[in-house]
């Protein structure tokens, strides 16, 4: 327990970025040495900023006990980056939360067809009943649902999976102790009797507009894959989906009128090259060789039970349309990569000079997974062998590649270079 407060009095540094916590562990080892750390340790070992220098000079542990003392009244259970049940796929993202507060059990998540479903607060009834049957669905195919739990689409599709009589994550914006929106205590409460509620933020952590974006590369990092459904330009389902593509996650959209204001954001996903979905199975099919035990095709007979799935509680979407829209640049940000990627793939072959300069700036594994490829297509796992690095760094590197256009991803899990190696 002495030990653990050093972790909370990390986590509840709220201002600092998360990306800055994990940097400080790798340079001090243990949340107990930063907090013994002065500014000069700082600044030779990991350094920061000068606000971030001040956040970490609140030395006072009170706090940190309180929160200790409420969680184990509560009965949420702490979750560092360094045990044992950590998701190693969330430990592999950029940015990871140091830790992980919990309300309920969470599941064994990488050996879990995990997915994502997104989409407005301001759905419409259509958005309603696909968010609910893409819920349902996804459990009866043998896959796990994760979701904001935010209203209008993120709770349809809980509702969905726990009609199901599956296991779903919410992954919190908030505090643990805190519920938002309100009036949403009930599926909280269900889904943490069924699965888990996550938040990186400890109790009695005031609600920031901020956290809601934050909290996405959480969802996506729990994830294989991402879906959208109904999403406005400028929806924060499009920042989970953009997180989801940082993240070498797969991204699914359903499509919707092209006229309607609701689905320009996820019809636009799928223009830009997101894979079409209507239902469960559609998502699930593209995971099944990956969780051969895991999934297989549900029946899909629309019954009674399965019609009263998608109805109940769709009146409820006139209340949900009240509520203020999320914001986030996550559209126009997922819109700039897509493009950069596509304009990278027809730029003409740089010259020797050029394209050394460019391999100058990779790292030492980007370097060794260029070696192992060259302009025919590979699989992953062929890469991964001949590279001679962890699964885990080989598709993260491959995703950055992607992005800076030294590769190319192919159909099947293969990739292939797009310039000629030195």
């Not at 938002?180 to 952590?205: H, I, Q, R």
């Not at 909290?215 to 994830?223: A, F, P, V």
């Amino acid at each position: 327990m002495s030990t653990l407060k050093y972790w909370v009095w990390l986590s509840s540094l709220t201002e600092l970025k998360p990306k800055t916590r994990v940097e400080l562990l790798e340079a001090f080892g243990d949340p107990e040495s930063i907090y013994y750390a002065d500014d000069r340790q700082l600044l030779e070992r990991c350094p920061v900023s000068d606000h971030e220098r001040s956040l970490l000079r609140s030395k006072s542990l009170d706090r940190a006990d309180e929160i200790l003392e409420k969680c184990s009244a509560d009965g949420v259970t702490l979750c560092t980056i360094r045990d044992a049940i950590y998701p190693k796929r969330l430990y592999n993202i950029y940015d990871p939360p140091v830790m992980l507060y919990i309300k309920g059990k969470l599941p064994a998540i990488d050996e879990e067809a995990a997915i994502a479903v997104v989409g407005t607060r301001k759905a419409t009834p259509y958005g309603i009943k696909m968010g609910r049957g893409m819920g349902y669905e996804i459990i009866r195919g043998g896959g796990l649902v994760v979701t904001g739990l935010a209203a209008g689409v993120d709770s349809a599709a809980a509702e969905g999976a726990l009609r199901a009589g599956g296991s779903c994550i919410g992954v919190l914006g908030c505090a643990i102790d805190d519920i938002y929106p309100k009036y949403s205590d009930m599926l909280f409460e269900d889904v943490a009797a069924a699965g888990a509620l996550v938040s990186e933020y400890p109790p009695g952590t005031p609600i920031f507009g901020r956290n809601f974006p934050e909290r996405n590369r959480i969802m996506s990092g729990l994830s294989v894959g991402v879906t959208v459904i109904e999403a406005p330009i400028g929806s924060g389902a499009l920042i989970t989906a953009s997180r989801a593509l940082d993240q070498g996650r797969e991204v699914f959209a359903v499509p919707g009128n092209a006229d309607a204001p609701n689905c320009r954001g996820s019809n636009g996903l799928i223009r830009d090259g997101a894979i079409l979905v209507t239902c469960g199975w559609d998502v699930l099919c593209e995971f099944e060789s990956r969780f051969p035990a895991k999934l297989s095709k549900p029946d899909l007979t629309r019954g009674p039970d399965f019609d009263a799935v998608l109805q109940t509680g769709v009146e409820r979407s006139d209340r949900l349309a009240k509520i203020p829209p999320e914001t986030g640049e996550g559209f126009a940000k997922l819109r700039e990569k897509k493009g950069d990627r596509k304009n990278i793939d027809k730029q003409k072959r740089r010259d020797y000079i050029d394209l050394k300069e460019q391999l100058s700036g990779l790292s030492e594994a980007q370097l060794k997974i260029v070696a192992a490829m060259d302009e025919h297509s590979k699989h992953v796992d062929d890469i991964i062998e001949a590279a001679g690095l962890p699964a885990s760094v080989v598709l993260s590197e491959l995703t950055v590649l992607q992005i800076k256009g030294f590769v190319k991803q192919e159909n099947g899990k293969r990739f292939s270079l797009s310039i000629d190696k030195i």
